[in-house]
Structure formats: structure tokens, C-alpha cells
């Protein structure tokens, strides 16, 4: 059964740094590309940021809105993938979800963490 | 890169069909079949319904179809139930190698 468990969030200071990770199992987390998606209060989902897997280089992909700020990063021998997320903003305030990519398509989602962004 | 256009809510009656469309652009819906479709009930994590515009995962009732005309797909629930109560959401890869998501769509029934 393929499980994805988010952990790191919590509150945090606007222009603090905070790391989400997603810890992977049930799977061969090495062959696949993951992402973040997230959801800010009463809105709807926003994709984050992806990264491919080893084979495809671990290319890194981000939304606009992050881009410069967020970095995301994989440890396949731990079925980890992290998102280094830096200079925050109250905006960033959002559930966080780990999802898993086949092939082009996001399949499977974790049950989110918080992250919430406030003075 | 915005947001795809979804209709805020649908309704329907037990029973009935209803479809929930998905508008984008010549970079994102139009330009791949790769969109896909979630079902996100309140506090629980979204579920893949519907991917590569019209291919349903194992497990997944076939009261959900999709199609893709153009730059919309669309998502269509027969034989609506209660526990089909949910927001649901479109997604498609895009010519910039990102993913964007629709702006959800409050299914009542």
C-alpha cells in the first residue's frame, strides 16, 4: 500500500525557514518523481514543486510563486523528499501535500501537514 | 500561469448525472492529455479519479468518465450518490513542464 506521511510543519515567523519532509512507503520511491501541493485556507489546491527521480537527473520544477524561495530535494535512500522553504510569507500559509508522480500524473497524496505563516 | 476554470458548484439529485468542466488554454489542457481528475472531501486527502484525461485507477467506480474537447475537459458523475459529496478539483501538465490546478468545484447532491 503506497503511504506518504508529510511532518515539519507548525507556525513560523514571515521571513523564517522551515523544512517539510515526506517520508515514502510501499513503493520503489527511487523510480518515482514527487511533488508538493499545497492549499491555503478556504482556497483551492496550488501545485508547489516537483522533482524527478535519479534516472531524469532530479530535475526540480517550481510554481511561480515560489520559485527562488522553495527548494526541493530527495534522499532515495531514506524514501524521503524535503521541501526547503525559505524568506516566508504570511501567503504561504497552507496545508501541505506530499503527492507522488507516474508518469505525468499525480497520483497518490498524503494526509497534509500545516504551515503557518504569522508574526 | 492561472489557474484552470471550473464552475463553483454543481448540484444534483440522487441518481442524476452531472458534469463538471475544466477550461484552460493552448498550453496546459489543450496541448497535453495528461489531465487528471481528484475528488477532495473535507479533511481528508485528495483521491486521483480520473487520469490521462479519461482513464479511471483500479478501484475507481465507473459512474466517473472524463473527455477533453479542445481546451476543456470535462468530468461527469452518473448515477450520483450522497457519499459522492465533495470538492473536486482538474489538473493538467503544462507546456512549461509545471502543473496547474482548477479553481474546485463544490459538488451537492
Known amino acids: 500500500e503506497v503511504q506518504l506521511v508529510e511532518s515539519g510543519g507548525g507556525l513560523v515567523q514571515p521571513g523564517r525557514s522551515l523544512r517539510l519532509s515526506c517520508t515514502a512507503s510501499?513503493?520503489?520511491?527511487?523510480?518515482?518523481?514527487m511533488s508538493w501541493v499545497r492549499q491555503a485556507p478556504g482556497q483551492g489546491l496550488e501545485w508547489v514543486s516537483f522533482?524527478?527521480?535519479?534516472?531524469?537527473?532530479?530535475?526540480?520544477g517550481y510554481a511561480a510563486s515560489v520559485k527562488g524561495r522553495f527548494t526541493m530535494s530527495r534522499d532515495d535512500s531514506k524514501s524521503i523528499a524535503y521541501l526547503q522553504m525559505n524568506s516566508l510569507k504570511t501567503e504561504d500559509t497552507a496545508v501541505y501535500y506530499c503527492?507522488?508522480?507516474?508518469?505525468?500524473?499525480?497520483?497518490?497524496w498524503g494526509q497534509g501537514t500545516l504551515v503557518t505563516v504569522s508574526s | 500561469q492561472s489557474a484552470l476554470t471550473q464552475p463553483a458548484s454543481v448540484s444534483g439529485s440522487p441518481g442524476q448525472s452531472i458534469t463538471i468542466s475544466c477550461t484552460g488554454t493552448?498550453?496546459?489542457?489543450?496541448?497535453?492529455?495528461?489531465v487528471s481528475w481528484y475528488q477532495h472531501p473535507p479533511g481528508k486527502a485528495p483521491k486521483l479519479i480520473i487520469y490521462?484525461?479519461?482513464n479511471r485507477p483500479s478501484g475507481v467506480s465507473n459512474r466517473f468518465s472524463g473527455s477533453k474537447s479542445g481546451n476543456t475537459a470535462s468530468l461527469t458523475i452518473s448515477g450520483l450518490q450522497a457519499e459522492d459529496e465533495a470538492d473536486y478539483y482538474c489538473?493538467?501538465?503544462?507546456?512549461?513542464?509545471?502543473?496547474?490546478f482548477g479553481t474546485g468545484t463544490k459538488v451537492t447532491v
Open positions: 503527492t507522488r508522480i507516474r508518469g505525468l500524473n499525480i497520483d497518490y
Open positions: 489538473n493538467s501538465y503544462t507546456r512549461s513542464s509545471t502543473y496547474v
Open positions: 493552448d498550453s496546459d489542457v489543450g496541448d497535453y492529455n495528461y
Open positions: 522533482i524527478r527521480s535519479k534516472t531524469y537527473g532530479e530535475a526540480t
Open positions: 490521462e484525461v479519461s
Open positions: 510501499g513503493f520503489t520511491f527511487g523510480d518515482y518523481a
